[in-house]
């Protein structure tokens, strides 16, 4: 006999069992997986209570579009794109990655007075096809996961409002900067202008206008001065050819009119031709009072005559004794028209003199304002075009600064954090069934690998 019967002691009792079990080692591994699921489903129930906040947010998914029109400066354009208008561009993950962030977090922390570990890591979901954002905080009590979620909510806010305010700072530094250039060239033109203004006779584009103006009406009244002086050649030409007289000659016959000695020797004149044709009448040609006063009215005649040579030459005596006005009042009228009318024509040629000279006179001044004028046109364009620029700048500088939201749209609540009533962990069925699976999963591994040399037969002969 190799191995004699022997009474075992209790050490070797123990040892024998120990052997015994050692030659079932997928039973020993069992049992050890078994207990480890059981230590972990208890080490799970035995865990603090966790409450759970949840709150929904959401983006506005469309755009605004102002348009304001300024007299005398322009049109500004304020317009805000719909945050998803880019294809590239998707807020929702940056407002995800910011809630994530240590900044929005240690400011959340800090208004609830506890450390960022203490806060923990927020739970944010996006839904597809939409502009909702979820989030979700875990605390030990209800209102300390709700006051969390409100927290973080607030410090996203906070720190949109910061970026917002960093932005049009920068925008605002920017564009004045420009402004400042704009304005350093506006000023430059506008001086250019006074310069110009006081080196030339040109001050406004309003005096080219006013001398045109006054250039057209010389014209048109020249041109009117004209026909009318015409009108008046033509009145005086047919009325001296009725009377047979030239407007100087029935001039002077008025004068001669005038003349207190001349009308007394016409008087004298008038008084011997009724006495002698009287005497003739009752007396003979030879009577001494016919001859008497046939001689005083030759002496008449002569005396006539020589005041008529005294003021209007030799030969004005004949014309002049055929002109007495005295004996056709119709006659005297019609002189006094001719002799009015020729002095009216006399004023109109000397008008028409003077406004030919103003005319040429007006068209030298205007080609001198047209050779200015130019210059000063060109120095008002870069003037306005300078001055529209600078307004349209800072137009859109104040446009600009009322759209605050064009880089970082606005975040609105959608739901407020929810009060937890029940605990979000653990959870007795969460251990049940996770126990369950852990045993069926560790039963059915291990009997797989106890039977796996019959099942390799079985693969093979199926091969």
Known sequence: MKYPIVTLTSFGLFRARTYSVLKRPYLVVGLACYLVVALLIMLYLNKAPSFTSDMEMVLPGTGSSNSVSLDNVGQVVSQTNTPFSGGGFNPRVNYKEMLSSRGVRGRAAKKLNISLDELGQPRIKLTEQTSIISLA???????????????????????LSNLRAD???????????????????????????????????????????????????VKEKRLYVKAETRQLQEYIYQLSEELGVSPKLAGQAFALQSDVEFRAYITELKES??????????????????????????????????????????????????????????????????????AKQKGQDSMFADLGRSVEHLGDQLKVYSR?????????????????????AAARLEASKADIFASYPVLQMLTTPSYPMKQGS??????????????????????????RNKLIQVLLKKN
Not at 188 to 199: E, K, S
Not at 317 to 336: G, T, V
Not at 433 to 446: D, Q
């Open 426 to 451: 653990p959870k007795n069925i969460i251990a049940f069934v996770g126990a369950v699976a852990g045993f069926l999963f560790i039963t059915f591994g291990l009997f797989v690998l106890s039977q």
């Open 273 to 342: 031709i009724t006495q002698l044709t009287e005497y003739s009448s009752r007396w003979g040609v030879n009577h001494p009072k016919v001859k008497a006063q046939q001689k005083r009215l030759n002496f008449t005649r002569i005396a006539i005559n020589q005041r008529s040579s005294e003021m209007y030459g030799v030969n004005s005596s004949e014309i002049f004794n055929s002109l007495n006005l005295d004996l056709n009042p119709k006659r005297a009228e019609l002189f006094a028209d001719l002799i009015a009318a020729y």
């Open 137 to 159: 905080m875990s605390a030990g009590s209800s209102k300390l996961a709700q006051e969390k979620t409100f927290a973080i909510y607030e410090s996203l806010q906070d720190e």
């Open 167 to 217: 932005e049009v700072l920068r925008r605002d530094r920017s564009i004045n900067h420009v402004l400042d250039q704009y304005r350093e060239r506006m000023n430059i033109t506008r001086n250019a202008i006074v310069d110009f203004q006081q080196r030339s006779i040109v001050v406004s584009t309003d005096q080219m206008n006013q001398l045109v103006k006054t250039l057209s009406g």
């Open 372 to 392: 200015e004028i130019v210059e000063l046109e060109r120095l008002q364009r870069e003037f306005n075009m300078a001055e529209a620029i600078f307004t349209s």
